[in-house]
């Protein structure tokens, strides 16, 4: 069966940069596809690709494998929420969340129209704003109009640009929890653009992980989360972000840190004086000894600085020249003070160990490469 949108080697560049450089992607019929990527990795371009408002200079877009060469947008049959609204001006917000269903393909009987729309609008919590104008909005009630403007219609699929961007903490959480619910996300592919890790992990029944136009990862959550394809994607996850702590493989095949301050047990499969980068996650560090049980390592440090987080502090420790960032209850962390003696405890398979990051990355003038994950 064919995937409900297919790219084939596509490529798009403005002048002489690259937007999508052979880009190979697969999102299944009515899965809920999240792309991640820094700004400038190719997301936008992707959506206005499939969508028919960007021409590739070379590859094919296929929507349920139909190849879409020539096809307008119009007929295409997606339906795009762009980051900027697009909103019509000088229209309230029903006669924006209306005027796709008054198009001569989609028009519906205004009995059924306002059923629709009031529908969307109340579970974008939009409903008593429908009468107003597009000027009289804030940014955030503009954007749940675009987004709304999208959800009323029918679609083959749904191409959304970071549609909760603009909305504050929380409001954006709570329409994290409401977008998904949503009956017509449910049924209905979507491709989903984001910035936000957070939010690809919490809507993504897949998560695609972008970088310079090409893909870089694609998987499940847990897939994503525990199995990072290289050091990219590893930092693209994650609040603090993941230690990465550049050492060397050991005579005995072990890891030892660059400046010789403290080495691990920990069998990296590949040759001596190898240059490689051991990675973990601060939530999956603890203080003080025993605390992880029989098999845990301990590395002894000093803390250089803590920082509470809610419910929890991030305690940063100073290894050698090295710091490694912690996040434990608070009660682990009262009393803590800058230079105390500390020790930190890890499971053996919460390390994942990398390749060294290459700053030549290849090609002259392509950017830095980043190392790809050790399998042990």
Not at 82 to 108: T, V
Not at 220 to 233: G, L, S
Not at 347 to 370: H, I, V
Request: charged share 25%.
């Amino acid at each position: 069966m064919a995937a409900a949108i297919s790219l084939r080697a596509v490529h798009k560049a403005y002048g002489k940069n690259r937007a999508l450089d052979g880009l190979e992607l697969d999102v299944e019929e009515g899965e809920f596809f999240c792309l991640l990527g820094p700004s400038g990795a190719g997301k936008t371009t992707t959506l206005k690709t499939v969508a028919g408002l960007e021409e590739p200079q070379s590859g094919t877009v296929l929507l349920d494998g139909t190849d879409m060469t020539g096809v307008e947008p119009y007929d295409r049959g997606v339906a795009m929420c762009f980051e900027s609204y697009a909103l019509y001006p000088h229209r309230s917000a029903y006669d924006n969340l209306a005027s796709p269903l008054r198009s001569p393909k989609y028009k519906l009987p205004a009995a059924e129209a306002r059923e629709r729309i009031g529908a969307i609008a109340d579970l974008l919590g939009i409903g008593a704003l429908l009468e107003r104008q597009v000027g009289q909005l804030s940014n955030g009630q503009r954007q749940r109009v675009a987004l709304g403007r999208v959800l009323v219609r029918p679609a083959r699929a749904f191409l959304l640009d970071e549609p909760l961007s603009h909305l504050d903490a929380k409001l954006r959480q709570a329409m994290r929890a409401e977008l998904k619910a949503i009956g017509a996300v449910r049924r209905t592919t979507t491709l989903y653009v984001t910035h936000d890790s957070v939010e690809a992990l919490a809507l993504g029944d897949r998560i695609g992980v972008i970088r310079e136009g090409r893909i870089v990862q694609t998987g499940v959550r847990e897939d994503i989360w525990h199995r990072p394809y290289d050091t990219f994607v590893a930092r693209s996850f994650g609040r603090p972000r993941i230690n990465l702590l550049p050492g060397t493989v050991t005579r005995d095949g072990n890891y030892r840190s660059v400046d010789g301050f403290f080495e691990l047990a920990v069998p990296v499969p590949a040759p001596p004086g190898t240059a490689v980068q051991l990675g973990v996650r601060p939530r999956d560090l603890s203080l003080g000894s025993g605390r992880l049980g029989p098999g845990s390592l301990e590395l002894a440090g000093s803390v250089y600085i803590t920082e509470v987080l809610g419910r929890a502090t991030e305690v940063t420790v100073r290894l050698g020249e090295q710091h490694l960032s912690c996040v434990v209850p608070r009660a682990d962390a009262a009393g803590l003070r800058p230079d105390a003696p500390v020790r930190v405890s890890v499971r053996p398979e919460n390390l994942l160990l990398f390749e060294a990051d290459d700053p030549k990355g290849g090609p002259e003038g392509a950017p830095e490469r980043p190392g790809r994950r050790i399998s042990r």
